[in-house]
């Protein structure tokens, strides 16, 4: 590991020129996440309905025995998936009867970690620290050497080999299953490279990997190590739509496709939820994302209040406190309207629900904030206001 450091200097009407550049960028940030919030919440109650749907519609197998009334229907079933062939890996002759076989490929490199740090000087001036640093690793693909700060003694040279996955198609009980059904299916098991030859073309195999280069306990920069994992056949539940004799995407009304398969005997009920589950996280993990960037475009367009303030830089950071508050209290005004807008033509009682709580934690925020300014305020009085001195002799007789 090696550090670099670069220190540049900003400016005031660099600064101020900045700011307001930055004034645009906000204007854009406040857009992408009306879009981003928008589109997140019809696409949560999208997923909701159609799993609500599935789940209305389904049918529970209680054998693997196809039968023509259910065709069009979501079916649960629960039993032996058997791959119909072999899979190869031709590059290395690797091959395993799985339904999945996945090969990963790393490479031990360098990467660059970058770390800004910006300093306010009297005058309105910036100095910003930049501290790059270097660490050889492994990792997957190739990281563009090209694009560091400092090029010269870091670079990574082309990757010989890529990562790739075989897939089979494959059969339970009576359905057959496509291989676009089976890519579904995680290769979680590492496949163990026993039976292989010990070297093959310009790798050597250490049983559990593959290895280019001289020593994998003392690695070089341009070695590459390859590993494989399988998904092999065996007992899974499978929840899709019965297809003739086929298993297939379920397609609910409003467009969305669902198919569920998970390794060993999971109930329909089990993966609804789980589903569910993943669809709440990923809505709120989006609606976190899209308030930061609505609440950053906000910062960014009052940033030259805290930039003109910057000449001082005690009054700068008062001015970006104020700003900070300001912006997170429109932030929840705001991103709440949105949430609530989108939600309205299909959940209106929601919808008021969340305009109420968005209000309330907006007012909160606020009166948080003029507390914080006010004991700011009141230490700043108490440390800049002068106590005249004690009188050491009695005034003048009259």
Do not use: C
Request: no cysteine; charged share 20%; hydrophobic share 40%.
């Amino acid at each position: 590991m090696d550090t670099f450091t670069k220190r540049t200097t900003v400016s005031y009407g660099q600064n101020i020129g900045n700011s307001f550049f930055g004034i645009i960028v906000g204007l854009l940030l406040l857009v992408g996440s009306v879009v981003l919030l928008w589109w997140n919440e019809g696409r949560s109650l999208k997923q909701a309905d159609a799993l609500t749907e599935m789940k209305e519609k389904t049918v529970v197998l209680s054998d693997m025995a196809y039968n023509p009334e259910y065709n069009g229907r979501p079916v649960w079933l629960y039993g032996e998936i058997k791959p119909t062939k072999m899979l190869h890996d031709t590059l290395f002759m690797i091959n395993a009867n799985a339904l999945v076989l996945s090969r990963k490929v790393e490479m031990y490199q360098w990467s660059e970690r970058k770390e800004t740090r910006e300093e306010n000087k009297l005058g309105g001036g910036t100095e910003r620290v930049t501290t790059y640093t270097y660490e050889k690793r492994w990792r997957e693909g190739r990281i563009a050497s090209e694009s560091f700060e400092k090029q010269e003694e870091h670079i990574n040279p082309k990757l010989p080999y890529h990562s790739d996955s075989f897939i089979s198609d494959a059969h339970v009980g009576d359905f057959y299953l496509a291989t676009n059904v089976i890519s579904g299916i995680n290769a979680s098991e590492q496949l163990n490279l026993g039976k292989f030859p010990s070297t093959i073309g310009e790798v050597k195999n250490y049983q559990t990997f593959l290895y280019r280069g001289e020593n994998p306990q003392e690695p070089k920069v341009g070695d590459v190590k390859i590993t494989y994992s399988q998904a092999p056949g065996g007992v899974y539940s499978l929840y899709a739509k019965q297809e003739i004799n086929s298993l297939v995407s379920f397609h609910a009304e409003n467009g969305n496709q669902l198919l569920f398969i998970e390794r060993g005997k999971v109930s329909a009920q089990e993966m609804l939820e789980g589903a569910q589950s993943i669809n709440t996280l990923i809505t709120w993990g989006v609606r976190v994302g899209g308030l930061f960037l609505m609440f950053m475009g906000f910062m960014l367009i009052m940033g030259p209040l805290t930039v003109l303030a910057n000449v001082i830089p005690m009054f700068g950071s008062l001015v970006g406190g104020v700003s900070a508050i300001i912006a997170s209290v429109l932030t929840l005004l705001f991103g709440s309207l949105v949430i609530a807008i989108a939600w309205f033509s299909v959940r209106p009682i929601t919808s008021l629900i969340i305009l109420l709580v968005g209000g309330g934690l907006a007012y909160a925020s606020s009166k948080l904030g003029k507390k914080n300014m006010r004991a700011v305020t009141e230490v700043r009085d108490s440390t800049t206001s002068v106590t005249p001195p004690p009188r050491t002799t009695p005034p003048p007789k009259k």
